[in-house]
Structure formats: C-alpha cells, structure tokens
C-alpha cells in the first residue's frame, strides 16, 4: 500500500466537508428540527431554530464553503482541468454539472436564510428542502465523477 499522499489528504478534506454539509443539513431536517418542534413550544422551537441555522450558516460561511473551494479548485488543477475541459463529455461534464448544481445549492441555501429573516416560512421551507436535494445531487455526481 503506498503512503498516503498530499492529494490524498486533500481530497479526504474535500469529502469531509461534503459530508459535514450534507449530513448537517439531513441531521437537522430528519432529526433535530421536527425533534425540536415535538418537545417545545412553538416558540421555543422557533427561536431554537433560528439559532441553529445561523450557527449552520455561519460555519458554512466561514469553514465548509472556502475548504469546498479551495479543496476542489486545488483537486482540479492537480487533475488538469480546464475551462475547456469542463465541455468535454466524461469527466468534463460531469464535473460542469456538479459546479453548477453546487452554485444552484449555495444561492438556495442563501436565499433560505433570508427568507426565514424576513418572516416568510413557507419560501424558507421550500428553499432548504431545494438546497438538500441540490446537495444530495452533488453528491450523486461527485460519485459519478470517473476515478483519477
């Protein structure tokens, strides 16, 4: 087995901030709101839900999205990849989509957070349901992505 490598550890970093993100988003949607909602007040649950959120926008903001950036911009130089390439079928395309889903992700996750400070809950709700699937798709094409 050879030694684990720089790309290696910045792939594993890569990763590891998908799954924080990820697994936050599923964590907070499948088991720490509706738990939140069933074992205190309205208004209770409504404050500690607005904690939480920007708690998880603020480590997203400041952690999870310069390492997703820095991490995938770094892994995509290492693989060769370039603006032209992100047209080419495989790996190009593959890659292109993910980007644009991820952007279509982040800007769904923004928008959620400033609908929710403006008071407007249904288009909040819609939006981080939008967001989790955005990311789950990410994730689907990260998968896809052919192994280097």
């Known amino acids: 087995m050879d030694a684990i490598g720089l790309w290696s550890v910045v792939r594993f970093t890569h990763v590891c901030g998908a799954v924080l993100w990820v697994g936050g988003q599923l964590a907070l949607s499948a088991v720490i709101l509706p738990l939140a909602r069933r074992q205190f007040p309205a208004d209770v649950a409504g404050r500690f839900a607005s904690a939480v959120g920007r ?11 310069p390492a997703q950036l820095g991490t995938g911009i770094a892994l995509a130089w290492h693989r060769g990849v370039s603006w032209a390439s992100l047209a080419e079928p495989g790996y190009g395309r593959i890659l292109a989509a993910k980007l644009g889903l991820f952007t ?40 896809a992505l052919p192994a280097t």
Not at 109 to 120: C, E, N, Q, T, V
């Open 104 to 143: 279509a992700v982040m800007l769904a996750a923004a928008a959620h957070g400033w609908a929710h400070a403006k008071g407007r809950a249904e288009l909040a709700r819609a939006l981080a349901v939008a967001s989790l699937v955005g990311s789950l798709g990410v994730v689907l094409l990260a998968a």
């Open 55 to 65: 708690r998880f926008g603020l480590l997203t903001g400041a952690l999870f999205l």
